[in-house]
C-alpha cells in the first residue's frame, strides 16, 4: 500500500495513549482533589464572645485585671473556658463559649477583689451566691469591681502638711485587721483587702504627736463615737488629724 504524502503518519496507539494519559497527569497535578462526604461534620462558627468593661468605684478604667470566663459546674465553678487581660479603657473580651450554656464571669483578684459579675447591682460580687451566669455572646457594659486596698493622705489639721509616722489599720467585716504607716507626704495605701466593701479605719497618731481616732464623715479623724464607713479605693481629699497638745 502506498502512502499518502498529504497525511501524517500516525502515531502507534500505544505511544499516544502513554502521551494522553502522561498529559492528563501533568495538567491535574496542582489541582485538589474536592471529594464529597456526607457523613463529615459541619465546622462549627466562631464562637460569640463574652464583653464588657471593668471600672473601680471612682468610675476610672481598671487596666491590667485577669477575666476569665468560667463554665457552671453541678456546684459551683466549673473550668476556665477563657481568659483574657483588660486594655487601657478596661475593655474585655472572652470568646470561646455557646450562646445556649451559662458561665461565670470571674475577676481574678489582684488590685481589687476577686469577684464574679452579678446585676444587683451590676458589679463584681465577692461571693458566687450574689453572681449570675451569663451565655456566650453577652455584652455585659460597664461592671464595677471592689478595690482590694484602702488609700488616703494624712494631714496636718492647722497647717494641712502631710504627717508623717500615724498607724492607719483597716479591718474589711469578718476579716483580719490590715495596717500601714503614713509616709513622709502623709500617704498611705493599704492593698490585700478581701471580704468586700465593708469595714472600719482607725487612726493611732500619738506615737508622733498626734491624736488617735477614727476615720469620720467630714474626712478628719474623730472619736469613736461619730465613726463613719470610709468607702474603699476611693478617699476623698485629704484626712485631718489634730495635733496633740
Not at 473601680?56 to 487581660?85: E, H, K, M, N, Q
Not at 451566691?129 to 455584652?139: L, Q
Not at 471592689?146 to 494624712?154: E, I, L, M, N, T
Not at 508622733?208 to 474603699?232: D, R, S, T
Amino acid at each position: 500500500m502506498l502512502l499518502d504524502p498529504t497525511r501524517p503518519p500516525r502515531a502507534p496507539r500505544p505511544l499516544l495513549a502513554a502521551l494522553v494519559a502522561g498529559l492528563l497527569l501533568l495538567g491535574l497535578a496542582g489541582v485538589p482533589t474536592v471529594r464529597a462526604d456526607a457523613s463529615a461534620p459541619a465546622r462549627p462558627s466562631a464562637a460569640p464572645a463574652v464583653t464588657g468593661r471593668v471600672v473601680s468605684f471612682d468610675g476610672a478604667a481598671v487596666a491590667g485585671a485577669t477575666v476569665r470566663l468560667r463554665a457552671v459546674a453541678r456546684i459551683g465553678l466549673g473550668p476556665v473556658v477563657a481568659t483574657a487581660t483588660t486594655n487601657g479603657r478596661g475593655q474585655f473580651s472572652l470568646p470561646g463559649g455557646s450562646s445556649g450554656t451559662p458561665y461565670y464571669v470571674e475577676l481574678v483578684a489582684g488590685s481589687h477583689q476577686r469577684g464574679w459579675v452579678g446585676q444587683d447591682p451590676k458589679a463584681f460580687q465577692t461571693a458566687l451566691t450574689w453572681a449570675d451566669t451569663y451565655a456566650g455572646g453577652a455584652a455585659l457594659g460597664t461592671v464595677a469591681a471592689v478595690p482590694a486596698f484602702v488609700r488616703g493622705v494624712v494631714v496636718d489639721s492647722q497647717t494641712k502638711l502631710g504627717v508623717r509616722g500615724v498607724k492607719v489599720t483597716f479591718t474589711p467585716l469578718g476579716e483580719a485587721p490590715l495596717s500601714a504607716t503614713t509616709q513622709r507626704d502623709g500617704t498611705f495605701r493599704i492593698t490585700g483587702i478581701t471580704g468586700g466593701e465593708d469595714g472600719a479605719m482607725k487612726f493611732a497618731g500619738a506615737a508622733v504627736g498626734y491624736e488617735n481616732g477614727v476615720w469620720g464623715c467630714a474626712n478628719a479623724v474623730v472619736p469613736p463615737a461619730l465613726e463613719c464607713q470610709p468607702q474603699i479605693g476611693v478617699m476623698p481629699g485629704r484626712i485631718r488629724i489634730d495635733k496633740l497638745p
